[in-house]
C-alpha cells in the first residue's frame, strides 16, 4: 500500500496535469525562455594575491576578454546567464606571441531598480586551470532601437593554478550590448 501510494505521488509531482478546457481562460501568460543576448569586451585592471597587488598597464601582463552570452528567464525575478569569455594575452615584451585561454562563466543574475543588476557567476578557467567566483553589478543603459548597452564592474576570486597558488583578487569592468 505505501508503495501505491508513493508511486502515485511521484507520479502526479513528475507529470502534472495538464489544463482541461474549461480552464483555459484562467492560463497565465507565458514567459519566454531567452530574456536576451549580450557581447562586450572585459579588461582586468589589477590582481592580488598574497599581499602583492599587480597593475595590469602596458608593462606588464595585459588581458583583454570578450565576453558573450545568453540569458535566460526563469519564474522569478532572477535570471540564468550562460556566458563564454575567450581571453586573449598578447605579450607585448617578449618573444612569445600570445596566450589564449576560455573562461566558461555561467552565473545568476538579480534585476534591481532602475537598470542595475547585481549578479553572481561561477568560473572555471579552462587552459588556465583556475576555478573561482565572480560578483557583479552593473548598469544597463537602453537604447531608442532596442538594444542597451551596459557597464559592469566584475570582482573575479580564483584559486589556484597551483596548490599554493592561493586566492587571488582581481577587479576590471565589462562594457557591452545587450539584445
Not at 10 to 18: K, N, R, T
Amino acid at each position: 500500500m505505501y508503495k501505491f501510494t508513493f508511486i502515485t505521488i511521484l507520479i502526479f509531482c513528475l507529470f502534472p496535469q495538464g489544463n482541461a478546457q474549461d480552464t483555459l481562460g484562467n492560463k497565465q501568460a507565458l514567459i519566454p525562455k531567452v530574456a536576451g543576448y549580450h557581447i562586450g569586451v572585459v579588461q582586468l585592471f589589477f590582481a592580488h594575491n598574497k599581499g602583492e597587488t599587480v597593475f595590469f598597464d602596458r608593462n606588464s601582463n595585459y588581458t583583454i576578454g570578450f565576453p558573450f552570452g545568453i540569458t535566460l528567464n526563469t519564474p522569478g525575478k532572477a535570471k540564468i546567464d550562460l556566458e563564454l569569455v575567450p581571453f586573449i594575452n598578447p605579450y607585448l615584451f617578449s618573444d612569445r606571441p600570445y596566450k589564449i585561454h576560455l573562461l566558461y562563466h555561467p552565473g545568476i543574475l538579480y534585476p534591481l531598480n532602475n537598470g542595475w543588476t547585481f549578479g553572481l557567476r561561477a568560473a572555471f578557467e579552462i587552459g588556465e586551470g583556475q576555478f573561482g567566483f565572480t560578483p557583479l553589478i552593473n548598469k544597463a543603459f537602453k537604447n531608442k532601437n532596442g538594444y542597451t548597452f551596459f557597464i559592469e564592474l566584475v570582482a573575479p576570486g580564483r584559486f589556484g593554478p597551483n596548490k599554493n597558488s592561493g586566492y587571488t583578487q582581481l577587479g576590471g569592468i565589462h562594457l557591452g550590448l545587450g539584445f
